[in-house]
Every structure is written in C-alpha cells, then in structure tokens.
C-alpha cells in the first residue's frame, strides 16, 4: 500500500514571500504524483502532476514541484505567493496502474498581507 | 461546460436512517469516483466507475455502503443504518476513463451529518 505524509498541517507566510509545502511519500511499487488545491468553499483543483520526465513539473498559477525518487519526495514550491493563494493543498499519489488517489492530510496556506 | 455536481449540498440525518448522494458527471466522461474527507483529513477513496460497472469498491468501509451507476453518467452512493461516524464530506470526481493518471474534476461535494 501507498502513503503520503504532508509534514506541515498549517503554513503562514507573507504576501510576495517564496513557500514551500512539503511532501513524502511511501510506496513499494512506482508511483505517479499530484497536487491538489482546494479553495474555501470551492472543489478541488489540479495544480499539477508527475508521470514521468523532467523531475521539475510546472503547474496553474506559477506553482512548480519536484519529484526526488531517492528521498521520495515531491515538494510544492512557489517563489512569490499572493492572498489569493490562501487555500489548502493536498499531495496525491497513484499507484501504477491503479485509479485510486491516495491523499495526504493537507496544507492549509495562510497568505498575510 | 458545466462541472461535476452533487446533490444535496448538505444533508442532516438521524443514526440509523437510510440515504442517498447523488452525482453527476461532466458529460463524456466515463470514469467516476467517490471519495469520503472527514475533518482534518485529506479525502479517502471509496469506489471507481467504469462505464456502470464498478471497477473497483475495495474503499467501501463496510455493507452498509453501496453506490450504482445504471446508465453509465449519474451516480448515487447509498449508506444504510447510518452512523455518527459516517458523518463527512463525500466527494464525487469523473474523468475521461482511458487513462488512470487523467486529471479528476472534483464536484463541491455532499456534507453528510449524522445526529
């Protein structure tokens, strides 16, 4: 079985200040990554997803992540944050040849202007 | 085009009574999901269309729980003899069914409360 573990449940930050969100995962078999985001009040949202490729993935709204096989890790990175940014964020996983997303518990950002 | 829809936005019911979620996809789209989010947790899958089939319901945590697809678009999930801890956010999602990494589109999903 696959796992994810979001290592920060709650993140502050200052408007225009970079962030990062940070996952990990565990799986005994390949994996195929996703970010999710989750406005208040809204569904959730692909931010942007790892196949296979470029270990460096560029998603919506000037998020990026990078897949690290040797430390299983695929943390979420923006240089510049905004207060439309304030949402929760989750980390995903898919086990090859599966349909099932397996989430973490989530990063709620917290933009302050 | 219009998103994925759930119906009813909130639903309050008695332990012990018997419901029904209700969801519809974004047309042209096969593959169907349920998921369950409790607080404080990321969503937890439940169970996989494919066309109306369930392809895959190994997330269904008991019997009680049951979801149909009959015409291959709309989706309702059933939860007998309700339980306090039943009491979540159901999330329905769809996607295009070919591959298992195509985007999921999330509805706003269904806050199921259980008294």
């Known amino acids: 079985a696959q796992s994810v573990t979001q290592l920060d449940s709650q993140v502050p930050v200052f408007e225009e200040a970079p962030v990062e969100l940070r996952c990990n995962y565990s799986?005994?078999?390949?994996?195929?990554l996703f970010w999710y985001v989750q406005y208040p009040n809204q569904g959730l949202q692909l931010l942007l997803k790892?196949?296979?490729?470029?270990?460096l993935v560029k998603g919506i709204n000037g998020f990026e992540a990078e897949f690290n096989k040797s430390q299983t890790s695929f943390h979420l990175r923006k240089p510049s944050v905004h207060i439309s940014d304030t949402a929760e964020y989750f980390c995903?996983?898919?086990?090859?040849?599966?349909?099932?997303?397996?989430f973490g518990k989530g990063t709620k950002l917290s933009v302050i202007p | 085009g219009a998103g994925v829809s759930q119906t009813p936005s909130n639903k309050v019911t008695e332990k012990g009574k018997y419901v029904e979620l209700r969801c519809d996809p974004i047309s042209g789209h096969t593959a169907l999901y349920w998921y369950r989010q409790s607080l404080g947790q990321g969503p937890e899958f439940l169970i996989y269309?494919?066309?109306?089939?369930?392809?895959?319901d190994s997330g269904l945590p008991n019997d009680r729980f049951f979801a149909v697809r009959p015409e291959g678009s709309v989706s309702t999930l059933k939860i007998q003899r309700t339980e306090r801890g039943d009491s979540a956010v159901y999330l329905c999602?769809?996607?295009?069914?070919?591959?298992?990494?195509?985007?999921?589109?999330f509805g706003p999903g269904t806050r199921l409360t259980v008294l």
């Open positions: 799986s005994s078999v390949s994996v195929y």
């Open positions: 790892y196949l296979s490729g470029s270990t």
């Open positions: 269309f494919q066309g109306t089939g369930a392809a895959d």
């Open positions: 999602a769809s996607s295009l069914g070919e591959s298992p990494y195509n985007e999921q589109f």
């Open positions: 995903a996983v898919i086990r090859a040849g599966s349909y099932q997303l397996t």
